[in-house]
């Protein structure tokens, strides 16, 4: 028997501190490259995260720093379809929501009532 030691490159989100490695929205393992060079060009290119001198994100915290930087993209309004325990087959809660379509995290909900648009959630 022989013990070898191989060096290898690890890779951590510089945000969120997560090895992130995905396939098929399972989690696969740490990713480990022999080279830095080797780990950016695979993560910049397939796998979606931001490579930049001193940071790199993950794609999640990539999205996350495009929304506070930038702004949400929120979506167009959408009729809540819960039918507020009614038995109809029609929207009836008088709700509207939307979500950013880039990053998922904001929410907004408002209702529609005969008066108008109360103020809603929004988180």
């Known amino acids: 028997m022989s013990i ?5 490159v ?4 510089d945000r969120c501190a997560d090895t992130w490695w995905h396939a098929g929205g399972e989690f696969v393992g740490v990713p480990h490259y022999p ?5 950016f060009a695979e993560l910049k290119g397939e796998l979606g995260w931001r490579i930049e001198p001193g940071k790199q994100l ?3 915290c990539a999205k996350d720093e495009d929304c506070e ?3 949400h993209l929120m979506s167009s309004w959408r009729t809540c ?11 009836t809660c008088g709700h509207l929501w939307r979500q950013c379509a880039h990053c ?3 929410f907004e909900k408002v209702t529609v009532t005969e008066t108008g648009v ?3 959630v929004t988180a």
């Open 69 to 71: 930087r930038n702004g």
């Open 81 to 91: 379809w819960c039918r507020c325990n009614t038995d109809r087959t029609e929207p």
């Open 118 to 120: 109360q103020d809603g």
């Open 4 to 8: 070898h030691t191989h060096t290898c």
């Open 58 to 60: 993950c794609p999640d």
């Open 10 to 13: 690890a890779v951590h989100c």
């Open 104 to 106: 998922d995290g904001a």
């Open 35 to 39: 080279t830095e060079a080797e780990a």
